[in-house]
C-alpha cells in the first residue's frame, strides 16, 4: 500500500484544514487507518485512528471534539477534518495504514506511512 497525504498548509488559529490521505492498491477497506503528528523537535504522536469499516474511531484527548477522521473506502481515501486549529497542532501530519483492521494509537502498529504534510497554525 502506498499512501500520499495532502492539504496541508499555513491557517490562522481558529482556522480549519482538511488533509487527505490517498492509498494505492486494491485492499485500502482492510486496512485501519490512523493519524499522527510530529511536533518540531517532537515524537511522532498519535492523533486519530478509524477502523476498516468506519464504523469505529478513536481520537487524542488534545484534539477530540475538534479534528475528525473519516474515510472514503470506495475512493481509497481517509481524511481528517481539523476545525478550531491551535498554534500547537504545528506539525508534520502523517498517515498510515495498519493490517490489525482496529482502531490503534500505537505508531509501531502500522505497517504502512504516506510521506507527511506540513500544517502550520499562526498564533
Known amino acids: 500500500v502506498q499512501l500520499q497525504a495532502s492539504g496541508g498548509g499555513l491557517v490562522q488559529a481558529g482556522g480549519s484544514l482538511r488533509l487527505s490521505c490517498a492509498a494505492s492498491?486494491?485492499?485500502?477497506?482492510?486496512?485501519?487507518m490512523g493519524w499522527f503528528r510530529r511536533a518540531p523537535g517532537g515524537d511522532r504522536d498519535f492523533v486519530a485512528s478509524i477502523s476498516y469499516g468506519g464504523d469505529t474511531t478513536s481520537y487524542a484527548d488534545a484534539v477530540r471534539g475538534r479534528f475528525t477522521i473519516s474515510r472514503d473506502n470506495a475512493k481509497n481515501t481517509v481524511y481528517l477534518q481539523m476545525n478550531s486549529l491551535k498554534p500547537e497542532d504545528t506539525g508534520i501530519y502523517y498517515c498510515?495504514?495498519?493490517?490489525?483492521?482496529?482502531?490503534?494509537?500505537?505508531?509501531?502498529?502500522?505497517?504502512?506511512w504516506g510521506q507527511g504534510t506540513q500544517v502550520t497554525v499562526s498564533s
Open positions: 498510515a495504514a495498519s493490517r490489525s483492521r482496529w482502531v490503534n494509537v500505537d505508531p509501531t502498529e502500522y505497517d504502512y
Open positions: 492498491g486494491r485492499t485500502f477497506s482492510r486496512y485501519a
